[in-house]
């Protein structure tokens, strides 16, 4: 799992109709090219008057402003300099520095395996009391049967060609399941719709993985919800898990950020509260599962089709 905790106050300045359609590095390089824009007009200057004194290309102050261009730490001084607002230099390149941190690459992390990336998971989930889990492509891990796992986990193993110790991954991926038993954890499971019928490997993963999903079902730590795929849009966010109140994980090709501004949680809580509403549960969330077991293409359909 990759972490990085973007600098206090940063985020809180994005607009909330925006915050869950872009992600959340480009929010926050609009939210810091938003304050450069305040200083630069605050100072009478144009963008090009500003691009003009710093001798930078012309647009390049408009690119930074619009979130395009992520600035340096010189380019961050000229600016205020140029606009007369030295104080700020020390504010805005905390900013800058925060952003630099804000991700980290998901080979680093799974440069030694993906055992080693379960084994950080199984910590994070045993800490929280609650764990709010949104997917809208595939089916939580925490949930995953082995099969299953092994068909996500070699994808990731091929895609970032790192350590191949599948078999690991896939065992220690299991031991996570065990706060679904013990403990007084609870789990907010909301599945996509999609999530019932993204094929991984054949039809036989497939319904061995939503039988799965009827049995977690009944379990009394788990809360099952289905979104039906007619449901109207409401938000557009990544896979995310909420831990607690504390942190948010949101997921992309690239790396997974780690939230833990109030605000921005806060933002997240209530995007799983609106899925929450258009999911099913209990009769109803079965029946939608059972209708996907019962859509599976035949195993010969199902193996051709197979990447």
Known sequence: MVRGNAAP???????????????????AKQALGSQLREIRAAAGLTQRDLAKQAGWH????????????????????QWCLLCGQP????????????????????RRTLSTGTRHRQREQIAFENEARLLRWYESLLVPGIVHTPDYARG??????DFYGVVDDLEQGVETRMERQQILYRGDHRLCLLLAGQCLYTMVVDRSTMAGQLDRLLAVQGLAKVSLGIIPRSASFEVL?????IFDDATVMVETISAELTITQSREIGLYVKAFQALSGQAVHGAEARSLIIAALRALPDQDESVQAAP
Not at 9 to 25: E, Y
Not at 59 to 77: F, H, L, N
């Open 9 to 27: 106050g940063l985020l809180d300045r994005l607009i909330v109709g925006h915050a869950l359609t872009a992600s959340p590095l480009q929010q």
């Open 58 to 77: 012309s647009s390049k102050a408009s690119r930074i402003e619009y979130g395009k261009q992520m600035p340096s730490e010189d380019d961050i001084k």
């Open 87 to 106: 104080e700020s230099v020390a504010d805005l390149m905390a900013m800058v520095r925060a952003l630099d941190e804000m991700w980290v690459e998901w």
């Open 152 to 157: 996500v986990m070699s994808r990731i193993i």
């Open 237 to 241: 966010p990544n896979s995310f898990v």
